[in-house]
């Protein structure tokens, strides 16, 4: 059971104690399970002690008996590949680059997007900052400014 010594949750029984990281999930979601199943807590109330609702436990449930342990870390949310800048399209706007250096990104983007693949300017500026094809500025040094403007 866990419970709160010195204002850290730790793993509780009759012999002692182990404290928990405030952020192991596993720990706590395999601490939930144990004590909604093996010391007749029941799942609705393990739930809520927990913070999830009783459909969450049951999934959690689930997940353990199939895969273990392990299976009760959350996994990173969101795409998991990158979907629009894919190998391919990332190959289409260097070339497009290298073929006119003057291009605009909005003008690659717009090619891109007739040529059937989905992408925003955005995207093809950040492909284009990520291999160093941005164009060229002409720059002065601090001196060679200072020489301009003290002949007129």
């Not at 939930?32 to 010391?39: D, F, H, K, T």
């Not at 959350?74 to 399209?89: A, I, Q």
């Not at 997007?113 to 164009?135: D, H, M, P």
């Amino acid at each position: 059971m866990i419970q709160m010594r010195n204002g850290v949750p730790s793993l509780s029984g009759p012999k002692g104690s182990l404290p928990i990281r405030e952020d192991d999930e596993i720990t706590f979601k395999l601490a939930m399970l144990y004590e909604g199943q093996c010391e007749g807590l029941g799942p609705e109330k393990a739930a809520t002690k927990y913070g999830y609702t009783r459909q969450r436990y049951y999934q959690i449930l689930d997940i353990f008996e199939r895969q273990g342990a392990e299976g009760l870390k959350s996994l990173r949310r969101g795409p998991k590949r990158n979907y629009r800048r894919t190998d391919e399209v990332v190959r289409q706007i260097i070339r497009y680059r290298y073929l006119d250096p003057k291009m605009s990104v909005e003008v690659i983007a717009q090619k891109l997007n007739q040529n059937g693949y989905t992408i925003a300017a955005r995207s093809v500026q950040r492909v284009i900052s990520e291999y160093g094809l941005q164009k060229k500025t002409a720059s002065v040094s601090p001196h060679r400014q200072a020489f301009r403007n003290s002949n007129p």
